[in-house]
């Protein structure tokens, strides 16, 4: 902590209140999504003083709207971004280590239409056409699964594609039209909780370096000279200064560069929304397989289970307000159509949606007629400093969620360089959060379960639940347990308990009920919510954090109306 004269700020965007005390840091990263976070363990690490702050919750941008997918981008190829494509499915590869805990492989089949269509297209985009193949046919597919088998290569750790002509396609995938022509089985991975691995990435910065510290619901508000002013939901106002200043905004990254006094376009969203769906027929016949598939439009559309539910995705249409996009009448028009065709024999509804979701895909600006053929590379433009504005400016457009280790290592380097200071450590073969020391194979899952159920005396099936949930931090879950006898299951939540909901409001930075509820478990998404559930957690998070009761009213409705505007709950 600095003490500021003064003469050292100028006042004007201050408000005219010249700042007592302005706290410094290396480095300032404005967003925690998965990019800033991703980049604050990888700074933090390199014994870097980083602020992290979010204007809302860690992870609750774009970062909570993906497909949940951590894959190598196999559609990438037919644009001819193979060194995405390179870089993805490494990363996929080193994620599948790093993160067992909530990253497992996903068998996906792909089934084609037609032998021959979109060869030329694709061709014709490998050549540098705006246009891309609207429809893939057999042996387009097979070339991209065999070259995706290639870049796949490193740190391989799941099967190579398979190739089927119909009948045996069929045979794998009955319920699926029979008007396909062949399939393809190949292997890409899914993330179950990446709520929770934005948390744990921000956990790991903030436990790698002491000095570091991360922030949720404070916001940017404004600039003077060097100085930043950041303001938290209760209004409290404080100032921070840092040699340099990452945006990593995601698509709110143009508005966040205008208060740092930048203007120029960067970012062009698309809008992608995703529907889950209590469809026990549909789910069974997935066979544990995502079905990756071209709708009648040409368009990629995915199913796979997720919690029992089928989540079904997405659309991509240019879109710029991050703060109220949500799953429009017409997407879901559009997903049950796409799945009645692909699976001609089951019926879908409405009635069927348990939860929605909509995010905008920070993508670099651009004028390509189709929003499918916008770069999903990421870059990091760098505003150098000015004399009004001491410190450099990088923004981390773009990107994957599964290349954000990626992403921050290049930004880490060339910021250590900056800094002149030298990397500590590499990320590659770095476990995160509870992926340390996970047992991934069986028997030694059941030698931990035994373990940790023999020495606090709870029931395995707890302890095996706890494990799946938070991975190996189940055992700091556990250590801070009441005694068994003491930890009372939640009446309308029977699998979990008191004293696990105070642990997670107590030391995983919960600051609002929907924290907990959307975040750091997935039970909103599972589709659990309900009246009484919502109840009786805001008692558990209440007695916590030490909430009057005007204060768990609050909460309740400002989460059940976020609920029903925004992800079709309807309690
Ligand atoms: C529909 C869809 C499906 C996708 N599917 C996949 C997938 O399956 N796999 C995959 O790898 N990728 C996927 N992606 C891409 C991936 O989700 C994004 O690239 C990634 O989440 C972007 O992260 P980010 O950190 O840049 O942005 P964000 O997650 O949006 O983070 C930006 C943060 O900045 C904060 N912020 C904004 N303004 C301020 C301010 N003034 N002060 C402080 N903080 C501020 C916001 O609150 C937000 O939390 C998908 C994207 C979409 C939209």
């Known amino acids: 902590m600095m003490q500021m004269t003064e003469s050292d700020v100028r006042a004007g965007n201050m408000g005219g209140n010249a700042p007592d005390q302005v706290e410094d840091y290396d480095v300032i990263i404005l967003g925690a999504g998965i990019n800033g976070a991703g980049l604050f363990r990888e700074l933090s690490l390199q014994g870097v003083n980083c602020l992290i702050v979010d204007k809302a919750d860690f992870g609750s941008g774009t970062s909570a709207a993906p497909s949940r997918l951590i894959h190598g981008g196999i559609k990438y190829l037919e644009t001819g971004e193979f060194g995405l494509v390179s870089q993805s499915t490494l990363e996929r590869n080193l994620l599948l280590k790093n993160a067992p805990h909530c990253v497992e492989p996903l ?33 387009l597919i097979k070339i991209g699964l065999a070259l995706y088998d290639i870049y796949g290569a490193r740190h391989r750790v799941m099967p190579k594609h398979q190739f089927l002509f119909r009948q045996a396609a069929l045979r794998e995938m009955p319920e699926v039209t029979p008007r396909i022509v062949a399939g393809g089985i190949y292997y890409d991975a899914r993330i179950t909780r990446p709520e929770r691995l934005v948390w744990e990435l921000i956990k790991d910065g903030l436990d790698a370096n002491p000095q570091s510290r991360a922030e949720n619901f404070v916001t940017l508000e404004g600039r003077d000279a ?113 799945l009645k065709s692909l699976l001609p024999r089951l019926s879908f509804s409405r009635g069927q949606i348990v939860y929605a979701y909509s995010g905008i895909r920070p993508l670099p600006a651009s004028d390509a007629s189709e929003p499918g053929l916008i770069s999903r590379d990421h870059s ?57 020391d996970f047992p991934t194979e069986p028997a030694a899952r059941r030698r931990w379960v035994e373990k940790k159920s023999k020495q606090s005396g709870l029931s395995a099936e707890r302890v095996e639940a706890l494990l799946g949930r938070y991975g190996t931090t ?45 975040r750091r478990t997935t039970l909103a998404i599972e589709g659990r919510m309900t009246a009484a559930v919502i109840d009786e957690l805001s008692i558990a998070v209440a007695r916590t954090l030490g909430w009057d009761e005007v204060r768990r009213r609050d909460e309740i409705s400002a989460l059940t109306g976020h609920l029903a505007t925004y992800h079709r709950v309807r309690l």
């Open 107 to 139: 068998p996906t089949f792909i089934p084609s239409f037609s032998l021959m269509k979109g060869a030329w297209a694709a061709l014709r985009t490998l050549l540098g056409s705006t246009t891309a193949p609207r429809s893939r046919g057999a042996l």
């Open 474 to 518: 189940a055992d700091q879950v556990i250590a801070h347990l009441p005694d068994a006898s003491n930890d009372a299951p939640l009446t309308h939540l029977p699998d979990f308990s008191t004293g696990e909901i105070a642990w997670l409001a107590r030391s995983e930075m919960v600051v609002h009920l929907a924290d907990l509820i959307m």
């Open 380 to 436: 990091s433009p760098t505003f150098e400093p000015t004399e009004g504005r001491p410190f450099a400016l990088v923004s981390l457009i773009g990107g994957k969620w599964t290349t954000f280790r990626g992403f921050a290592e290049e930004v880490a380097d060339s910021l250590l360089s900056r800094l002149s200071k030298k990397r500590i450590q590499g990320t590659q073969a770095l476990p995160i959060g509870g992926g340390r």
């Open 226 to 338: 060097g100085i930043l002013r950041l303001r938290n939901s209760r209004g409290a106002v404080r100032y921070a200064q840092g040699r340099i200043v990452v945006n990593a905004a995601g698509p709110w990254i143009d508005h966040v560069n205008a208060t740092l006094g930048v203007s120029k376009k960067l970012v062009g969203g698309t809008k992608g929304s995703h529907i889950l769906l209590d469809h026990p027929d549909l789910v069974k016949s997935l066979k544990g397989r995502m079905i990756y598939f071209e709708a009648d439009d040409g368009r990629i559309c995915l199913v796979y289970e997720a919690f029992g539910l089928a989540l079904v995705g997405s659309t991509d249409i240019k879109a710029d307000n991050p703060d109220t996009v949500k799953c429009e009448e017409d997407e879901i028009d559009y997903f049950l159509e796409s």
